[in-house]
């Protein structure tokens, strides 16, 4: 089945350092996906969706300069946090569209980001 | 996409069914019932997905009304891994244009021994 890799699994990372967070799928060509974030307790949280070749679709609120998303090939995208705080310590999650699998969407296993 | 609504919680014994409800009154005639679980500090997870007939595959089964506005989703026999917050989501098909995927607050299913 549709394998999504997400790397790294976790990560700390000092205030105002930048860090990269990739999204492979493994078996299948992903033209669109997706980054979510998501705190402690509460519901995953789109951020944006990233179209292989063009610019990523930023949802309302979310800070396209910090969060910078490439979708450079058809198996790879990133989601780098430039100058990272504190309050961006999350757990962000990748996903990818595949129309040939059930339900459309396979999930990656998730970044744990702290910012210390 | 239309607005669920479920429980924020519930639990189930071990090997018994777990029967998960989800309220969408305002679902449209295009537009799918989905749901997906996340396990702790994991990503989430397909599970099974409808559009008005009931759906059964290895995981689970889905009950939908009549009226659509409301579904059930069925773990025959739970086990302790089963334990995680249950999705519903509804929205149109996932080879429409609109191909956004957007999580509510879901239900914490707990399975106890």
């Known amino acids: 089945g549709a394998v999504v890799s997400q790397h790294p699994s976790w990560v700390i990372c000092k205030s105002g350092t930048s860090v990269k967070i990739e999204c492979r799928s493994l078996d299948f060509q992903a033209t669109t996906m997706f980054w979510y974030r998501q705190f402690p307790k509460q519901s995953l949280m789109l951020m944006a969706t990233s179209n292989e070749g063009s610019k990523a679709t930023y949802e309302q609120g979310v800070e396209k300069d910090k969060f910078l998303i490439n979708h450079a090939s058809l198996t790879l995208s990133t989601l780098t946090v430039t100058s990272a705080h504190p309050e961006d310590s999350s757990f962000y999650i990748c996903?990818?569209?595949?129309?040939?699998?059930?339900?459309?969407?396979?999930f990656g296993s998730g970044t744990r980001l702290t910012v210390v | 996409d239309a607005k669920t609504t479920q429980p924020p919680s519930m639990d189930c014994a071990e090997g018994r069914a777990a029967n998960l409800p989800c309220n969408h009154s305002t679902i449209s005639g295009n537009e799918y019932v989905y749901w997906y679980r996340q396990i702790h500090s994991q990503g989430p997870q397909y599970i099974i997905h409808g559009l008005k007939n009931n759906e059964t595959n290895e995981m689970a089964s889905l009950i939908i009304t009549e009226d659509r506005k409301s579904s059930t989703l069925i773990l025959p026999h739970a086990t302790l891994r089963d334990t995680a917050v249950y999705y519903c989501i509804v929205r149109v098909g996932h080879t429409g244009a609109n191909s956004k995927l957007t999580f509510g607050k879901g239900i914490t299913l707990s399975v106890r021994p």
């Open positions: 996903s990818a569209r595949d129309l040939d699998i059930s339900g459309g969407y396979t």
